[in-house]
C-alpha cells in the first residue's frame, strides 16, 4: 500500500542551516563561517570557557548519583539562581516568591513551554515580535496557535533603532497583547534600546496591559557585565507587573548542545504563582517530563561559587572585548580602503551581531566569489571573525558593494 505520508510536502531547511551545510561542503581553503550564532576563538575553534570545564571536573565524582529522575521543574537550585542570575538577589519579586522559574531546554524550550502555556491559560491569543527578530520566533507561537504580529524595531537608514515606529506598532496592538522583547544583544540586528528608551516601552505596555515576554539569550555578552545587561527586565520586573523571561546558557557558557535554559514567570502575588507552577509542570510532564541534569548542573556549579561566577564574568568580559575589537578591526579596514557607504554601525551595534545592511544578492555574490558565508538577511556572526580573516572580508564587502 502507499505512504500513508505520500501527501506530505518537504518543508525547506531553516535558512541558517542551509548555509552552514554550504559551508561545510565548500573545499575553498579561504571560506569563512560568519553565520550559525556561536562563538568562536581568535583560531575560529569552539570555546570550552575554562570555568565550565572547571565545573565538570567537580561533578565527574558525582557522575553516579546525577542519572536520577529529578522533578519535572528540575533542578530546584539552578531554577533560584537563574532567578536571581537575571532579576538580581534583591529582587521585589523572588523574595516575595512571585516568581515561577523552570528549568527548561534552553532557550528554544522556554520560549516554547511559555508560548504553549500562554496559549492554554492566557486570554490574547496575539504576538508581537520586532521586525526583524530572531527567525524562529514566530514559530513558537504559531505552533500553539497564537497570531503572530510584528512591530517596528530597524532602521535601515540608521542601521539603528526605529523608536518611533515601535512605539506607534505597539501603542495600535490590541489590549492585552503579547510582546516578545530581546532583553539584550538583540538578534539579528545587534540594535537595544536605551534604558531610557526601554522605560518609555516599559510605560506604554503596561498603560496598554501588553504582556512582556522577554528573550534573554545574551546576558553579559553585550556590556560584559552580568548586572548591566539584565537591566531592561530588572525595569520591567520593579513596577510589580507579570512578565515571561526566557533564559538561555547556550551562548553566555558555551553550552549549546546541552540545552540548558529557564522560563520564569513573575506573577502579581504567591498564591498565584504556585498555581501557574502546576500549569507550567502539566504543560511539560507530557512534552519531555524532566529535564536532563548534566548542563544544568555545570551552571548550579558555577552560579553557587562566588569566585567560579566572578571566574566566569571575567570569560564573559573577555570573549566581548575580542568581539568589539573585531568591530573596530572590521570598521578601520573597510575605512582604510575606502570602501563607499557609511559602516559606522559595525562599531555601534552591540553583542555578537552587526547587521551588515549588505542585500541578499551581495551576499549570495560574497558566498559565490568569496567563500564567506552569512545569513542571507546580511547579518554578521562578529565571533566568526579574526585578524587574520579581517581583509579578506573587506576585499568580499568592498567588491559586492563595487558591484551595485
Ligand atoms: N533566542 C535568541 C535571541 C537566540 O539568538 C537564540 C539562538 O540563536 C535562541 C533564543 C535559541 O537558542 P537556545 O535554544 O540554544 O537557547
Given at each position: 500500500?502507499?505512504s500513508k ?26 571560506k ?12 575560529g ?7 565550565v ?9 558525582d ?6 529522575y529529578i522533578p ?16 538580581g ?13 523552570v ?18 491559560h ?11 527578530s530572531?527567525?524562529n ?5 504559531i505552533r ?7 512591530y517596528r ?8 533603532l ?8 505597539l501603542?495600535?496592538a490590541?489590549?492585552?497583547s ?10 539579528p540586528?545587534?540594535?537595544d534600546?536605551?534604558?531610557?528608551q526601554w ?7 503596561r498603560?496598554k ?5 522577554f528573550d534573554s ?11 548591566e545587561?539584565?537591566?531592561?527586565v530588572?525595569?520591567?520586573v520593579?513596577?510589580g ?8 546558557y ?5 553550552l549549546?548542545?546541552e540545552?540548558?535554559g529557564?522560563?520564569?514567570i513573575v ?15 502539566d504543560?511539560?510532564?507530557?512534552t519531555?517530563?524532566?529535564?536532563p ?21 571575567s570569560?564573559?568580559?573577555a570573549?566581548?572585548e ?9 570598521f578601520d ?10 559602516w559606522?554601525?559595525?562599531?555601534s ?10 542585500s ?5 555574490f560574497m558566498?559565490?566569489?568569496y567563500h564567506?558565508?552569512l ?18 572580508l573587506?576585499?568580499?564587502?568592498h ?6
Amino acid at each position: 500500500a502507499d505512504s500513508k505520508f505520500a501527501h506530505l510536502p518537504r518543508v525547506p531547511e531553516a535558512p541558517i542551516f542551509a548555509v552552514m551545510s554550504a559551508y561545510k561542503n565548500d573545499p575553498s581553503p579561504v571560506k569563512l563561517n560568519l553565520g550559525m550564532g556561536v562563538y568562536r576563538t581568535e583560531e575560529g575553534k569552539p570555546f570550552l570557557l575554562p570555568v565550565v570545564r572547571e565545573a565538570e571536573l567537580l561533578l565527574v565524582n558525582d557522575l553516579e548519583a546525577a542519572k536520577d529522575y529529578i522533578p519535572t521543574t528540575g533542578i530546584a537550585e539552578f531554577n533560584k539562581l537563574s532567578a536571581e542570575l537575571i532579576f538580581g538577589a534583591d529582587s521585589h519579586a523572588i523574595i516575595k516568591n512571585r516568581v515561577v522559574t523552570v528549568q527548561c531546554l534552553s532557550g528554544t524550550g522556554s520560549l516554547s513551554i511559555g508560548a504553549e502555556f500562554l496559549a492554554r491559560h492566557y486570554k490574547q491569543h496575539v504576538v508581537y515580535i520586532s521586525q526583524p527578530s530572531y527567525e524562529n520566533h514566530p514559530n513558537f507561537f504559531i505552533r500553539a496557535g497564537i497570531a503572530v504580529n510584528t512591530y517596528r524595531y530597524y532602521d535601515p537608514e540608521t542601521h539603528g533603532l526605529d523608536f518611533q515606529g515601535l512605539l506607534e506598532d505597539l501603542n495600535s496592538a490590541p489590549q492585552g497583547s503579547i510582546v516578545l522583547l530581546q532583553a539584550c544583544g538583540h538578534n539579528p540586528t545587534g540594535v537595544d534600546p536605551t534604558l531610557q528608551q526601554w522605560e518609555v516601552i516599559r510605560q506604554l505596555m503596561r498603560s496598554k496591559e501588553l504582556l512582556p515576554f522577554f528573550d534573554s539569550a545574551y546576558q553579559g555578552l553585550v556590556s560584559g557585565n552580568l548586572e548591566e545587561d539584565a537591566q531592561s527586565v530588572r525595569l520591567f520586573v520593579a513596577d510589580g507587573g507579570e512578565c515571561f523571561i526566557a533564559q538561555s546558557y547556550s551562548k553566555t557558557m558555551g553550552l549549546y548542545a546541552e540545552r540548558v535554559g529557564a522560563l520564569s514567570i513573575v506573577c502579581k502575588t504567591e498564591e498565584v504563582a504556585c498555581r501557574v507552577e502546576s500549569q507550567l509542570k502539566d504543560v511539560i510532564s507530557p512534552t519531555y517530563f524532566t529535564p536532563p541534569v548534566y548542563g544544568a548542573s555545570i551552571v548550579t556549579a558555577i552560579l553557587r561559587n562566588r569566585e567560579m561566577y566572578s571566574q566566569w564574568n571575567s570569560e564573559l568580559k573577555a570573549m566581548i572585548e575580542r568581539l568589539i575589537n573585531m568591530r573596530k578591526h572590521l570598521f578601520d579596514a573597510l575605512c582604510d580602503k575606502g570602501t563607499p557607504g557609511d559602516w559606522s554601525h559595525i562599531v555601534s551595534q552591540v553583542g555578537m551581531y552587526t547587521f551588515s545592511g549588505l542585500s541578499e544578492e551581495q551576499v549570495a555574490f560574497m558566498t559565490k566569489e568569496y567563500h564567506i558565508y552569512l545569513s542571507p538577511d546580511g547579518r554578521i556572526n562578529m565571533a566568526g571573525l579574526s585578524a587574520k580573516t579581517v581583509p579578506h572580508l573587506v576585499d568580499a564587502i568592498h567588491a559586492a558593494v563595487a558591484r551595485n
